[in-house]
């Protein structure tokens, strides 16, 4: 254990005395300077003003206060626009069960991304409908959290939890799946 500590303390000297010398210009032989160039930040681009139009497909799992609604599986597709890196809208429709609830929202998304790590924790609320053998009105609002691939032309995959008021009861909704952005 000794041996590992003073190993320990001997590589922290060596990597100090290393470090201590960074980002101060060196003189070459000559006594020409070359300054040191900072490295440029790296970061995920895919949340800046070039990725501001989006589709979505989704699956959704559903809760409710009734019956109607509890333990029904789903599928659904949005399509959204951001005018900058934290503001967008987003409409979204849903089919849920076997005899099918249409609920139909629309958005207003606040974003933070975090560029170092290419992830956005979002929330959203809204108003929308949901249809079936009879209409309602409806309200919603949520949050979830988005992963982008630079490498997969900004691609995401997200999952999201959201509640959804209605006139006779509410549901929750938990959705997971994909974002192409363009």
Partial sequence: MKAITALAIVGMGIGSAVA???GTPVSAKGGKVVPIEPLAPTGCACFDASCQVEFGAFYTHTWADSDHLDNQDG???????????????RVAGSW????????????????????????????????????????????????GLEWRSEALNCTGIFCEGKY???????????????RFNF
């Fill in 20 to 22: 201590g010398s960074m």
């Fill in 96 to 143: 849920i069960g076997s005899q099918p609830i249409h609920d139909v929202t629309l958005s207003v998304v606040a974003r933070y991304p975090v560029k170092s790590l290419c992830i956005a924790p979002y929330a959203f609320g809204g108003l929308g409908g949901k249809f079936n053998s009879t209409n309602e009105f409806t309200g919603h609002a949520g949050g």
């Fill in 75 to 89: 599928g659904g597709i949005s399509f959204g626009y951001f005018y900058n890196e934290y503001i967008g809208s």
């Fill in 164 to 178: 959804t008021w209605d006139d006779a009861d509410g549901f929750t909704s938990l959705n997971a799946g994909l």
